[in-house]
C-alpha cells in the first residue's frame, strides 16, 4: 500500500458509516467459524465510529463487548489485535467488562514475539479499577523492562493512566521505571499496520526512554532532590538516545532552575551543554529555555543565540522559522542581544515563506536603530497585501512598540498604519491596527491631530459597530483638546444620520463633550441644535443621552456638568475586578446580604491608567518577572495594581483613625508607610510599625502581640524618644488596656510638627515598651490581681524624607525632568552598593527605599551591567519629585549608582537622597 498523498482518500467509504447498521452486523461475531477478515473490517467501523464522537448505548457496548470476546477463539494476529483496540475504546460504556480480564492476561504475556501484546497490556489497564491494580502488578513490571520497546512502551504509557487511580501502587514500579530509562539498546519496535504474521517487526526505536523518563517525573515530581538527580544522571552525554527524552529533560532543568535559586548554576551548565546536542529539536529546546531564564547572563545568552544564528542560514524552512520565532521573542526585552543576529534576518525578509518573512521583519523592527526604521518600514510594506491577518496582526504589533520607543518616527509610521486600515481586513487585523494609533495618539502628542483625522476618516466606511464606538470615545475624549475642535463635529454627526443605534448613542455622548464647558457660545449653541435633533430619535438610548446631555449643557454651574461628562477619573481597574472576585466567590454567604460596596474602590486618574499601560506595552513578555512553576503564587503587582492597594490601606488607615476621638481633628491621613519589623517575629513581644503623615501631625502606629503563655500585658505603651526634640513634640500616647497570649494591641504615639504643616521632620527614634504583667491563674482562669511593672527594649527607626513622598504616574519623564530641573532644586549622592547581587535586586530596592515610583519601564533592567532607572513621585503637600539612578554592575564590588534628584519643593531633594545614604 502506497502512503503518498493520493491515498488519503482511498478509503472514504468508511467514513458514511451508520452505527445502527453496524451494530446489526456485529451479529457476524456469533457466527461459526469466525471470518477473520469481514471481523476485522467490522472491528474497524467500530473503532471509526467511537474515534468520531459516536456514543454506544450501555446496552449495545455490552452487547458488542462479549460478541467481540468470542473473537479470542481465533488466533489470527491481526485480528487479535483489532479485539483488543475496540475492547480498550468499549471498556468505558460496556458492562461487566471485568470478565475478560484473564483472557487478556494471558495474551499480555504470550510470546515474547506477539504482535498483539502491546494492544493487550493497553485493554488490560483500561478494564481494570482502583481494587484490582495489584493483580496486574506482576504482569506491568515484567512488560516494563521487557526487552522489546513496543511492549515496554506500552506498558509505561498504560502505567501514567494507572497513576490517579493507583498512586501507591505505581510507585512501586520505579525501580523497573528506572531500569527501562537506562536502557539504551533498542529492541523489537512498533507496529506500523496489520500483518498476518505473528512476528513483531524489528523497529530501533528509543520512545520507551522517552515515556520512562516522563513516568519517572510523574512519580517523583514532589520530591526535588529526586528530580535533580535524574536530571544529572540522564543529562550525562551518551545516557539518552532519545531526542524526545532529552527534550523533557531539558524542561525539567529549566523547571528546576527557575524554582530553586541554589539550583541554578547546574542546571544552566547543563541547558549550555544541551546546545551542543546532535538533535536540532534538543538544540531549540535548550536555546528556548536559556532565554526564558530568569535574570539569564549575557554568556548563556550568547552561546544560545549563537546556536540559533546557525540555524537561520538551514536549507529547511522549518529550522529557520522556529529559530527566528525564538530570537523574536526574546528581542522583546533584551534587543541588543539578538543584533547581531541582524544581517542573517535581513536576508530572509525576501524569503518566499511569507511566515519566515513576517518573523524577520518584527525581529528586526526590536532590534534595529532608529536609522533602520524608514527602510524597514518600505520593505513591510511591499509584502503587507500577501500575508494573512495573523501575520499582519503580528507586524501591527511589533510597529504599535516602535511607535512608543522611537516616537520622532511616528510620522511615517502613522501614515503607514493609516495606509493598511485603508486595505481589505478582518475585525482583530482593523483592532489591531487601531489600537496602534490610539497608542500614537495617548504617548505622542505631536501625531494627535494627523492620527484623529486619519480615524475620522475610517469611521465614515467602518463596517465594525465595536470599533466605531471606540474611535467616537476617543475623538469624545481628545477631540475638544485640540487647537480646532470643532472640525471633529461634522465627522461625529454623520454616525448620528448613519449608523445603527448603538454607534448613534456613542456619537451623542462624543457629541456632548464638544459642547459642555465650551467656552465659545457659537460652538456650544450649535451643539445643542444638533442634539436637539436626537430627541427625535427612534431609539430609546439615543434619545435619553440626547436629553441628558442638553440638561447638562443648559445648567448654569458649567464645572459639575464637566465632571459628569468629561470626568477623567476612573477606578483602579485591577484593584477592582481583585474586589469583585473576592466578593463572589467569598465563603461566607452573609457577605452577599449587603450589595458590594464600591465606595472602598480607590479612583486613579486617566493619566496614571495610560502610563501604566505604556509600562506595560514597552516591558511585555519580560522573564525577570517569571513566576516559578511550583505553584501558583502570586504575580508582581504591576504600578497601577500597587497604587491602588496602597490608596486603599490608606483608606483602611484614615477609617480606622478618624474613628478615635484624639485623633479626629488631625484631618485625613496623606500617606501610610510601609509595615517596619521591630522586632524578631521569635521573640516574646512581637512589635512592629507603621508611620502615619497628617497635615501638622506625625502618629506613629506600634502593633503589638504578647507571645508569652499564661501572661497578661496590660496597660500596654511604648515611649518612642526623636532625637530631633525641636522639630516634634509629643501630643499624647494611646495605650492598649490589655493583651493576653498571642492577641494583637495597638499603642498610638502622636506628635505635632513644631514648624508648621509645610516642615518635613527627619528624625531616629529610639523605642521602649513598657507593659504591666500578669500570670494567669491555672484554677481560674483569670490573671492574677498584681502584676509587676516591666519594660522592653525594641529596636530603633528612622522618620525620613522618603516618608513624605507619595508614587507617582506620568507618561512623560523627560518633560518632567526639564521641566523641573529648570526651576527647582538638585541633589546629586554616589553609592556603593556592595551587597546587591545584581542590577534588578538594585532597582528594586532603590525603588522601594525612595519611594518613588518607576516610569518607561525602567523598573525591569534589560542590561545586567548597566542600567537607568527613572522615578517620579510628589510630596505630601503636592511638589513633584522626579529621580533618575543610573547603575554600573560588577560581580567583584556589586552596584555602583548615581542618584540625581530634582524637587519642586525647597529641602526636598536633599532629604531623599539621605533617606538611602
Known sequence: MSYGKKDEDADLGLVKV???????????????????????????????????????????????????????????????????????????????????????????????DAIYRPNAIRALCRIIDATTVQSIERVMKTAI??????????????????????????????????????????????????????????????????????????????????????????????????????????RLASQLAEEDASLRKPMSQLLVGWLRHKSEMVNFEAAKAICELRDVTDEEINQAVHVLQMFLTSPRAVTKFAALRILHNFASFKPIAVSPCNQDIELLISNSNRSIATFAITTLLKTGNEASVDRLMKQIASFMSEITDEFKITIVEAIRTLCLKFPSKQAGMLTFLSGILRDEGGYEFKKAVIESMFDLIKFVPDSKDEALAHLCEFIEDCEFTKLAVRILHLIGLEGPKTSNPTKYIRYIYNRVVLENAIVRAAAVTALAKFGVGQAD????????????????????????????????????????????????????????????????????KSNFEEPFDISGIPVVTREQADAEDRTKKLTATTPTLKAPKSGPTKAPATGAEAAAAASAQVQKYTEELTAIPDMAEFGSVLKSSPVVELTEAETEYIVSLVKHIFKEHIVLQFDVKNTLPDTVLEN??????????????????????????????????????????????????????????????????DPEETGYDDEYEVSEFELTGSDYIIPTFASNFNHLWEQIGASGEQAEETLQLSSMKSIADATEQLTQALSLQPLDGTDVPVNQSTHTLKLLGKTVSGGRVVAMVRMAFSSKSGVTTKITVRSEEENVAALVIASIA
Open 18 to 112: 451508520d452505527r445502527t447498521q453496524v451494530f446489526q452486523e456485529a451479529r457476524l461475531f456469533n457466527s461459526s467459524p469466525i471470518q477473520p477478515r469481514r471481523c476485522r473490517i467490522l472491528l474497524t467501523k467500530i473503532a471509526l465510529l467511537v474515534y468520531t464522537g459516536e456514543k454506544f448505548p450501555t446496552n449495545e457496548a455490552t452487547t458488542l463487548f462479549f460478541g467481540i470476546s468470542k473473537l479470542f477463539q481465533n488466533k489470527d494476529a491481526s485480528l487479535r489485535q483489532m479485539v483488543h483496540l475496540v475492547i480498550k475504546e468499549l471498556a468505558n460504556s460496556a458492562e461487566d467488562i471485568i470478565m475478560v480480564t484473564s483472557t487478556i492476561m494471558k495474551d499480555t504475556g504470550g510470546g515474547s
Open 145 to 250: 523492562v521487557d526487552k522489546n520497546s513496543s511492549v515496554s512502551s506500552a506498558a509505561l504509557v498504560s502505567s501514567y493512566h494507572l497513576l490517579p487511580i493507583a498512586k501507591d501502587v505505581v510507585r512501586r514500579w520505579q525501580s523497573e521505571t528506572q531500569e527501562a530509562a537506562a536502557n539504551s539498546k533498542s529492541g523489537g519496535g512498533f507496529s506500523l499496520g496489520f500483518s498476518s504474521s505473528n512476528q513483531m517487526p524489528v523497529n530501533n526505536s528509543s520512545m520507551t526512554q522517552y515515556h520512562a523518563i516522563g513516568l519517572l517525573y510523574q512519580m517523583r515530581m514532589h520530591d526535588r532532590m529526586a528530580l535533580v538527580k535524574m536530571v544529572q544522571q540522564f543529562g550525562s552525554p551518551g545516557a539518552v538516545k532519545s531526542a524526545p527524552a532529552t527534550v523533557m529533560l531539558v
Open 521 to 588: 457660545a457659537d460652538v456650544k449653541s450649535s451643539v445643542k441644535v444638533l442634539l436637539t435633533r436626537c430627541l427625535d430619535d427612534v431609539d430609546d438610548e439615543v434619545r435619553d443621552r440626547a436629553a441628558l446631555n442638553l440638561k447638562l449643557m443648559s445648567e448654569e454651574d458649567d464645572k459639575m456638568a464637566s465632571n459628569f461628562v468629561k470626568n477623567d477619573s476612573m477606578f483602579a481597574l485591577p484593584y477592582f475586578e481583585h474586589q469583585l472576585v473576592m466578593y463572589v466567590t467569598s465563603d461566607d
Open 716 to 781: 500596654v505603651s511604648v515611649v518612642a524618644s526623636p532625637s530631633e526634640e525641636e522639630e516634634l513634640e509629643e501630643v499624647f500616647i494611646l495605650q492598649s488596656d490589655r493583651l493576653a497570649t498571642d492577641e494583637p494591641g495597638k499603642v498610638y504615639v502622636a506628635f505635632k510638627k513644631v514648624n508648621g504643616e509645610n516642615s518635613l521632620p527627619v528624625s531616629s527614634f529610639t523605642n521602649v515598651l513598657r507593659f504591666t504583667s500578669k500570670e494567669i491563674d491555672p484554677a481560674t482562669g
